[in-house]
């Protein structure tokens, strides 16, 4: 049974690129998008994804403001924070909010795909 994948970015490019590596890798996903966090909490509560790869830095409104959100409807999901931003408070609210793993957008080959292999 493949699993759901919802990727919140609102660059377009990054959410493409990202697909398609994660679409490359074999690992029966299906990979639904969202362009901002609002979105993003909508689309999860349709979806319902077995894995939310999401940005802290979203137009009108802080990521971990929607994490928040959706991980009241789907306490179950794996949340993994995909940013630029390397910042120890961030990093500290995330913990807080049982984040699976935080990681920086320049480490995504390197680190990404051991987690979401973890999550399955």
Known sequence: ??????????????????????????????????????????????????????????PNENGLGAVRQMMKDLPDCSIIILTLFDVAAFKKMAKMIKVRAFIKKNEVYEKLLPVIKKCL
């Open 1 to 58: 049974m493949k699993k759901k994948v919802l990727l919140i970015d609102d660059h377009d490019d990054f959410r493409a690129i990202l697909k398609d590596y994660l679409t490359k890798q074999n690992l029966d996903l299906v990979i639904f998008e969202a362009n901002s966090g609002a979105m993003g909490v909508i689309k999860a509560s349709c979806v319902k994804p077995d894995i939310i790869l999401i940005d802290i830095s979203l």
